[in-house]
Antibody
């Protein structure tokens, strides 16, 4: 059974940092691109960042470029999102999502981890 | 960036009725790389449709997707109470990938 489980969310002050993790199981992790998608309170879905299976390629939304870094450790079946210089508008539930095949349609999602940026 | 506009904002129908949800793109979506997701309150999104018209694993056949270019449709042929949710479209053919703002489906 495919499972993805996020952790690392919490309350952080503006300008602070946080690292999210996503532990994956039930599939060959290194074969699939992975992504982070966020959802601000009572808002829609916003793509944040993606990484290819081999970590050779990374992609970022303009809103987080230069502040967030996506990475993965295929030996640990774990995806990461390092978030620096956090802003109030980064407050959201952050979902880890597995790509299906060779496209970025997401066939498995975690339950999300809440990041709150507030003083 | 491709902007996806979903309509209507809210759809209120009786059980057994047909629901038609629209997703219009500001530019043509490459290779029909268009997906639909269902999100129930307090839950993560669930993939319903990918490639504009292919049902994801385990999705009931009352859900169907159609369209190409800039106009896409998700149809729920016979609405059931458990279909109450917000539905999002997503294009993943061009970078950055983008989501629509969602359509809320309610039961009368």
């Amino acid at each position: 059974e495919v499972q993805v489980l996020e952790s690392g969310g919490g309350l952080v002050q503006p300008g602070g940092s946080l690292r999210l993790s996503c532990a994956a199981s039930g599939f060959t992790f290194s074969n699939y691109a992975m992504s982070w998608v966020r959802q601000a309170p009572w808002k829609g879905l916003e793509w944040v960042s993606s990484i290819s299976g081999s970590s050779g390629s990374t992609y970022y939304a303009d809103s987080v470029k230069g502040r967030f870094t996506i990475s993965r450790d295929n030996s640990k079946n774990t995806l990461y999102l390092q978030m620096n210089s956090l802003r109030a508008e980064d407050t959201a539930v952050y979902y880890c999502a597995k790509s299906s095949g060779y496209t970025y349609a997401y066939d498995y999602w975690g339950q999300g981890t809440l990041v709150t940026v507030s003083s | 960036e491709i902007v996806l506009t979903q309509s209507p904002g809210t759809l209120s129908l009786s059980p057994g009725e047909r629901a038609t949800l629209s997703c219009r793109a500001s530019q043509s979506v490459r290779s029909s790389y268009l997906a639909w997701y269902q999100q129930k309150p307090g839950q993560a999104p669930r993939l319903l449709i990918y490639g504009a018209s292919s049902r994801a694993t385990g999705i009931p056949d009352r859900f169907s997707g159609s369209g190409s270019g800039t106009d896409f449709t998700l149809t729920i042929s016979r609405l059931e109470p458990e279909d109450v949710a917000v539905y999002y479209c997503q294009q993943y053919g061009s970078s950055p990938q983008t989501f629509g703002q969602g359509t809320k489906v309610e039961i009368k």
